[in-house]
């Protein structure tokens, strides 16, 4: 059993919440001082448009995951049919990780090519996506 204490489990899933509406404004103000008034770290900016596309080809995948883990009713009853507690937590663990992560590759993007758009725009998309499964 992954989380014995309900307590606990619930401590830890609004940490969660919090780091995820955090930190993508954090990422912002990183991004904005590395490359505020300054070309991107990247060498050879010929390489921005593929990492793009290719982050972009990943966080729909994300984006998908995160629609089946978070609204598919017989993946959510299986998750939590066992253990309510601890099922719950990886469902909203599992989403808050991959909104995360759609945000970091906005930061990634952002400190090679030196815009600030993608930063803001992958961010928006991470708190945007960070709502699906709410009803």
């Known amino acids: 059993?992954?989380?014995p204490d309900k307590?606990?489990?619930v401590r830890q899933a609004n940490i969660l919440l919090v780091m995820l509406g955090i930190t993508p404004a954090v990422y912002i103000v990183?991004?904005?001082i590395v490359v505020f008034g300054r070309p991107g770290l990247a060498r050879n900016p010929?390489?921005?448009l593929p990492v793009l596309l290719g982050l972009i080809a990943v966080s729909v995948v994300n984006i998908g995951v995160l629609a089946f883990t978070q609204t598919?009713?017989?993946?959510?009853e299986k998750m939590v049919k066992t253990n309510p507690v601890g099922g719950t937590y990886l469902v909203l663990s599992t989403g808050a990780i991959l909104s995360e992560a759609l945000a970091l590759y906005g930061l990634v993007v952002t400190l090679l090519s030196g815009s600030i758009i993608y930063a803001v725009g992958f961010s928006l998309a991470s708190l945007g996506k960070s709502h699906l499964g709410e009803r």
């Open 30 to 32: 990183i991004a904005t």
């Open 46 to 48: 010929e390489i921005i």
């Open 1 to 3: 059993m992954m989380f």
């Open 7 to 9: 307590n606990r489990m």
């Open 72 to 76: 598919n009713q017989r993946f959510l």
